[in-house]
């Protein structure tokens, strides 16, 4: 079973650049404080690796 990571947005992506504003919808985080389930893949690793800034990412078991 995949790992997956709850990823949950605690900053604003407001006067941010549009390559930062685009991972945050393509990651499907609506509004601040949303939280998403995704599965542990190196894809989304990059996405969260370039907004780290922007969220709070934890490790969920199965």
Known sequence: M???LR???IRSA???PDIQK????????RR???TVEKND????RGMIK???HLLKVT???G
């Not at 685009?22 to 985080?29: E, P, Q, T």
């Not at 893949?41 to 989304?44: E, G």
């Open 2 to 4: 995949p790992k997956k």
């Open 7 to 9: 990823i949950t947005q």
């Open 14 to 16: 407001i006067d941010r």
């Open 22 to 29: 685009r991972s945050v919808r393509a990651l499907g985080i």
């Open 32 to 34: 601040l404080h949303h």
């Open 41 to 44: 893949t190196p894809q989304i």
């Open 50 to 52: 370039k907004i780290e």
């Open 59 to 61: 490790e969920v078991a």
